[in-house]
């Protein structure tokens, strides 16, 4: 099995023309492997692009297809209206991967697909997607650096160290069942935890890597869900210990401040709940693969 | 003043990104744009400005350096002035001072506040509980921080939902919870209001007011300013222009801007070069395990073109302290043979003063590394992991 995104899942490319980021990485999206069924655009309802066919709205998309999930990559300042518009769509599953949405504009959505749309899961922003490996691929992730079957769920803050726990495991030879980006930014639709819980309950799941970066405290609050709901073994790495204090490093969420949100600290915490914390990616993929080796 | 503003537009064309830490005379002249009540003043650059701004604000005035650093007032950078020669004596004093390594280059000048009591308020986001919250306190005038920690009851908060927005009868209740005098209520209540506004719609990460007072005959005003805008809302706010200055003084960091790329200038020997910021951030952590010192952090983005890796290169190169490179990249959508075309491609346009090396990995690397061998020397070395990469790198900077 894996988490969120499976063979099932069916998705929509909100804002698809023959030269859109949404359309490229849709199409490589669909080589892998993932059911892409639609895409929309305002202006080009009736189309077939790439032998996709598009609708003037997510709304209309959905009637037709049966789209289960979205995925968004327009621009920052149509962003959040994108996200809306697929959970009215009744989208459960919706990925947007866009950079540089105003934290307002986020914190707004946020609350409203709480309040209103409680059955839509938003992935990201500001993240690389997801990968269920064999089954579906939605965002921006190397395909070929993912290998299926599990058993490891990988859950991570940052693009480029996903790709790399990625790779330190196939490279071993160690599987994954689901990786998933959540992203930087400061309001994430989806949290360490809600990744956590979803491993925990997915039985092919047997153990979970979990990437870290500087900044914030979902890394602590993730510790204290870990010691108290994980039975599977979680190893960690946390990004930025010599990162200069107090300067952003291109990621809203990596800022610290004083000794709050440092990687120090969200080390001692994962180490305090039991976790397997690594100082270096390679280290963390190492620690893995003895994990999963002595796996009963 | 206004030759002044010239000069910065001339040296910011080509900037991007906007600085969000606004100077508190800004700060100040943000809050007007939503109402909310400051002490009359004005900017000045030289003496005989200060002078003329504070005779337009009446005295007995106040001096402030304008710099982004906290204890201005402990390094003597705020001063009381009951008369234009003193207000020039200030001033004399306070322009070119070094506060904490900020050089003022310029002044606020306002008209002195007789304050009855001083009171701190603010909104930012709670990232937590994914809410706006207004923290207000009685015991202003002092780092927040302290009253948080020595007196945690003192700060009144106040969560506020982005959807349903603010309440004034919930920020009048708010109000009275954080003890503020009866004769500040009503006025606090409109200013928070205001400060609300101004948060969300005028898109700051932080909007804050500490002093926020009442003064001795009955007013409530902002006493100090300070707000940090969300870069990323630059896009709706075309008047952001005019804070496009340039803050970095770090010579590395200019040149890096000028190329656009995303560089923090360090203390150490090795040049890093890296994709993506986490992975960039991992660098410098791996250099460091491994004995070494980064000299600065720069995430050239997800793909790694000839240009924009030559932009890096030089940016590395102009750096003194620099004696050996480290170039990390995991190619995911960009593929490595690509990378290594690009990588090789810059190398031959940059002159490099210092050994590099490389570490490509990622989808086709084997084809990647291929395509690099025959350019390989004891300036130009490869390396198959991070860890192997970082203890190349750091072992360079003392051969």
Redesign the interface.
Known sequence: MSIFVDETTTVVIQGVSPTSQGLYHGL?NRDYGTKVVAGTNPRRGGEVIEGIPVFASVKEAVEATGATASFISVP??HAAAAIEEAAEAGISFVVCITE?????DE??T???L??EFPRTRLLGPNCPGIISPGKCNIG???G??AMPGGPVGIV?????????AL?ELSQQGVGQTTCVGIG?D??PGTNFIDCLAAFEADPDTRAVMM?G??G???EE?AAEYIAANLTKPVVS?V??????PG?K????G?IVS?SQGT?QAKMDALSAAGVTVA????EAGERMVEIVKALP | MTENENETENETENEERIAVDLYEYQGKQYFARFGIPTSPGGVADTVDEAVVQADAAGYPVVVKAQVKVGGRGKAGGIKLAADAAEARRHAEAILGMDIKGHVVHRLWVEHASDIAREYYASFTLDRPAKLHLGMLSAEGGVEIEEVAATNPDAIARLHVDPVRGIDRGAVADWVERAGLDEAARAQATDLLVELYRCYVDGDCDLAEINPLILTTDGRVHALDAKVTLDDNASFRHPEWAEYAATESEDPREVMAKEKGLNYIGLSGTVGIIANGAGLAMSTLDVVNQVGGSAANFLDIGGGANADVMAAALEVINADPAVRSIFVNIFGGITRVDEVAKGVIEALARVDLRSPIVLRLDGTNADAGRALLAPHLSDRLLSEPTMLDGARRAVALVGS
């Open positions: 490589r920052p300042p540089g949405i105003p934290a307002q914190a707004r946020y609350n409203r709480v309040q921006i992730t190397s070929d650096i991570s803050r940052s693009g480029t160290l996903t790709y790399q790779h930087g400061p309001v990437i970066e500087i914030g405290s979902e609050r790495y990004a930025g210990v010599t990162a200069p300067r490093m291109g990621h809203a990596a004083g990687a100082l270096n990616p390679t």
